[in-house]
């Protein structure tokens, strides 16, 4: 039971422009979510989090979108660079949970 | 270094044989958790420690999986009798606080089961 899910296993995206990575979830107590960044052949790199009582927060780049009602979070990258060429995995837990559930991930590539 | 160790980095062995993972979590975390992440997936959880308890283990994946925290600093995973279907990568993230928090992940330990 796939309680979160990336329904794009990949996305192309020129550099300079924007890059939007979705999320969508099901199970409605999840209330904290994160997006990690994977190269290959090593672990996950934390890069944002947001809780429910916010609907966007902003990391320099990155920001992330929360949209409650619809169970959809989205990750936006500008301006996109090549380095940014990774994976990345949304991840959700309840407060009251203990573990995180990761999506399949999203392969991003940055067209330089 | 002060992230998150695993070791080995890359394990193969034969089908039937016994490995054990170790994870060095940063110092300061009483959480520390084991993934599994196959090829196309995203990890998938098997098990957490708080301190040196076990609090959640029903995700591990068959009796031939087990993991210990003595002290609660470093970790084991131990897989007996591997199977083909145990090559993926394991994951070990570590975290601070009572409640689900931002995991640091180690570079993780590659298994390959021939």
């Known amino acids: 039971d796939q309680q979160v899910k990336q329904n794009s296993p990949s996305l192309s995206v020129q550099e300079g422009r924007i890059s939007i990575l979705n999320c969508d979830y099901t199970?409605?107590?999840?209330?904290?979510f994160l997006w990690y960044k994977k190269y290959p052949a090593e672990g996950p790199t934390f890069l944002i989090s947001?809780?429910?009582?916010?609907d966007k927060n902003e990391d320099g780049r990155f920001t992330v979108f929360l949209n409650k009602s619809a169970k959809h979070l989205s990750l936006h990258i500008v301006p996109s660079q090549p380095g940014d060429s990774a994976v990345y995995f949304c991840a959700a837990s309840a407060h009251t949970g203990n573990q995180f559930y990761f999506g399949t991930g999203t392969s991003l590539t940055v067209i330089p | 270094d002060t992230g998150v160790s695993q070791d080995p980095r890359h394990k193969i062995t034969k089908r039937g044989q016994n490995v054990t993972f170790r994870c060095d979590p940063i110092?300061?975390?009483?959480?520390l958790y084991w993934y599994r992440q196959t090829l196309g997936q995203g990890p998938e959880f098997l098990t957490y420690f708080q301190n040196e308890a076990q609090l959640e283990k029903s995700r591990l994946l068959s009796d031939r999986f087990s993991a210990e925290r003595p002290k609660g600093s470093f970790s084991t995973l131990e897989i007996q009798r591997t199977e083909q279907g145990d090559s993926a990568m394991y994951l070990c993230?570590?975290?601070?606080?009572?409640?689900?928090?931002?995991?640091?992940f180690g570079e993780g330990s590659r298994l390959t089961v021939l």
């Open positions: 199970n409605s107590m999840f209330d904290y």
């Open positions: 110092s300061e975390h009483n959480r």
């Open positions: 993230a570590s975290s601070l606080g009572l409640a689900a928090g931002e995991l640091f």
């Open positions: 947001i809780s429910s009582i916010k």
